[in-house]
């Protein structure tokens, strides 16, 4: 995302369409999400559509009640190689399966020390 397209109002879009894509993942109405954040469905429609924007606090509590990760969140805006870097070994880990995940934990304990 170039600068210009990180004002407020394109990144209140984006994080409302992630926001809406996880609930539907999570078989959730606006109506229950509303009751679990304390807000109402027409606040949680403005929240997806982009037309308001959400608080740090929000967004955390969308993060833990749908189970959207903080990277998947902001990556679109991160313009930093290394950080995008980190972002992308960390998706390619979140998709093995928990035996896979310890493993490579112990490689990289050992790799740390090489």
Known sequence: MEEEERTNGAI???LGVIFQEYRIKNKMTQEKLGELLLKSPKTISMIETGKNGTSKKTDIDFMNILG???N???KSFITNN???KMIEIDEKISELDEEKKEALLKIIDILKFL
Do not use: A, C, R
Request: charged share 25%.
């Open 12 to 14: 209140n879009k984006i």
């Open 68 to 70: 959207i990760t903080p």
């Open 72 to 74: 998947l969140l902001y």
């Open 82 to 84: 290394d950080l995008k």
